[in-house]
């Protein structure tokens, strides 16, 4: 019987000693401040009620922000490490080209970063939402909007041959290999003419280049308000032929410009531009026999 009791004893006294030295559950930051357009949206979607303090000022500005009317619900900051820092956060979100200085700064004052670089491609929008997931304590949420998501992507997914779209924006600007838009366009069943023209990354097309290209589909930008120069080169009557011959689609850069799931939509616009224009095809070369 003693013996028993001693065993006993022992193995109460194994246990204890296991649990103490097991490494405690982290707990989930209470407040969370994001300073960088792309986490703001990331950090809205997964906190908790009570979470998330404070979204970047680019969170309500419908040009960018693919999330306006939820961001007003949330104070604005500027990024600046003062103004942050007095929130008290024990959590800020950024991202990799955010704010350096802030970022440097709040973590020689103790502050606990997160950053995310910017998504280049589809495949990186489950794992910043797992990432921002993990860092506030909400993997299961972050779980399900990644199965949503990817539920989205084989949904949107357009099986039709590529055609040939040319993205342009004020000043002649577009977007080559290696962008988020250049994978959206992929998948909407487009290919991208300025990464045939060899650009890699964001950069200007001359208009030159553009119309010699004489692309299938001119992708612009939703207007800004008011009037710039920089937009006049959009007017240009070269470009207006060529939309005149090509397809059109204007697209809102707030779906475009963040690796969230709010690329569905521009997956959605982009795939029903191409039906279009495939439908077009089929009805000039009716017309044509």
Do not use: K
């Amino acid at each position: 019987m003693r013996a028993c009791v001693r065993a006993s004893r022992r193995l109460a006294l194994a246990l204890a000693a296991g649990l103490a030295a097991a490494p405690a559950v982290a707990e989930a930051p209470r407040r969370v401040v994001s300073i960088n357009l792309c986490t703001d949206q990331l950090a809205m979607m997964l906190a908790a009620p009570g979470q998330l303090l404070s979204v970047s000022n680019l969170a309500t500005e419908p040009q960018t922000s693919a999330m306006v009317e939820e961001a007003r619900a949330y104070p604005a900051n500027r990024g600046q490490a003062e103004q942050v820092f007095l929130m008290r956060p024990d959590l800020v979100l950024a991202g990799t080209f955010t704010a350096r200085a802030s970022v440097d700064l709040l973590r020689r004052l103790g502050v606990e970063v997160v950053e995310l670089p910017p998504a280049t491609s589809l495949a990186d929008i489950p794992g910043h939402l797992r990432i921002v997931g993990r860092a506030i304590g909400r993997e299961a949420q972050a779980e399900r909007l990644v199965g949503e998501f990817e539920a989205g992507l084989e949904r949107l997914q357009v099986d039709l041959p590529p055609a040939r779209a040319a993205m342009y924006y004020p000043s002649g600007y577009t977007t080559g290999s290696g962008t988020l838009a250049d994978a959206i366009l992929d998948h909407a069943g487009f290919s991208n003419v300025a990464a045939d023209l060899g650009l890699d990354g964001g950069g200007n097309l001359p208009l030159e280049r553009l119309v010699m290209a004489d692309p299938e589909m001119i992708v612009t930008s939703t207007a800004y308000p008011g009037s710039s120069r920089a937009e006049e080169l959009l007017a240009h009557p070269a470009l207006r032929a060529v939309q005149s011959e090509a397809g059109a689609a204007e697209v809102s850069d707030s779906d475009w410009i963040c690796g969230t799931p709010a690329v569905l939509r521009a997956l959605q616009e982009m795939g029903e531009a191409r039906r279009r224009l495939g439908s077009l095809s089929l009805t000039q070369l009716d017309e044509a026999r």
